[in-house]
């Protein structure tokens, strides 16, 4: 199984800043990565798709990048309802896999 | 607007059968590959199970193949998991999810989830 390791776990951030959150496959994924928010208490929402594509009506200010093994999700401005615990998924080989996800914090 | 509506959930004994059920509307259901995906308390996400569009190709990963069977019905656009031999790892959130390809792809639209304890 492809293995996905998010960075950092956890992380503290003010209003406004930009924050960055990685996740490194264990093999070439070719791209093939979503990127999913999940707010306390409700199910996950996909926010990017194909490392670098934004799904219809999430807000501008995040977005992805990557190739090959890494990748990242980057969201600028932070926002108070950005709050979240947030996953990456590869989809490019059988079984899928989660990263264990990076829970975002309001400092 | 797409929903997606679980239940059937609830505390099981281990070894024995719980049977989840989703309820899709505001897309062609038929028209979509569907999935079961779990989270087990303040875990993370975990993929269960995929269906083709007709029924006839289904995808499980190593832990619950052999176990779990997801199978739909398009007549009433809805989705199932027959969980069998249950085991107190099976305990989760057990979300419907969405995926607009064939496997191995992203779930688009995930439904609000349901509780599965497998307990004695």
């Known amino acids: 199984d492809i293995r996905m390791t998010q960075s950092p776990a956890s992380l503290s951030a003010s209003l406004g800043e930009t924050v960055n959150i990685e996740c490194l496959a264990s093999e070439d994924i070719y791209s093939d990565l979503a990127w999913y928010q999940q707010k306390p208490g409700k199910s996950p929402q996909l926010l990017i798709y194909?490392?670098?594509s934004l799904q219809n009506g999430v807000p501008s200010r995040f977005s992805g990048s990557g190739s090959g093994t890494q990748y990242s999700l980057k969201i600028n401005s932070l926002q108070s309802e950005d709050v979240a615990t947030y996953f990456c998924q590869q989809y490019n080989n059988y079984p899928n896999t989660f990263g264990a996800g990076t829970k975002l914090e309001l400092k | 607007e797409v929903q997606l509506v679980e239940s059937g959930g609830g505390l099981v004994q281990p070894g024995r059968s719980l049977k989840l059920s989703c309820a899709a509307s505001?897309?062609?259901?038929?028209?979509?590959?569907m999935a079961w995906v779990r989270q087990a308390p303040k875990k993370g996400l975990e993929w269960v199970a995929t269906i083709s569009t007709s029924g006839s190709r289904t995808y499980y990963p190593d832990s619950v193949k052999g176990r779990f069977t997801i199978s739909r019905d398009n007549a009433k656009s809805s989705l199932y998991l027959q969980m069998n031999s249950l085991k107190s790892e099976d305990t989760a959130t057990y979300y419907c999810?969405?995926?607009?390809?064939?496997?191995?792809?992203?779930?688009?639209?995930w439904g609000q989830g349901v509780m599965v304890t497998v307990s004695s």
């Open positions: 505001g897309f062609t259901f038929s028209n979509y590959y």
């Open positions: 194909n490392a670098n």
């Open positions: 999810a969405r995926q607009p390809r064939s496997f191995p792809y992203y779930f688009d639209y």
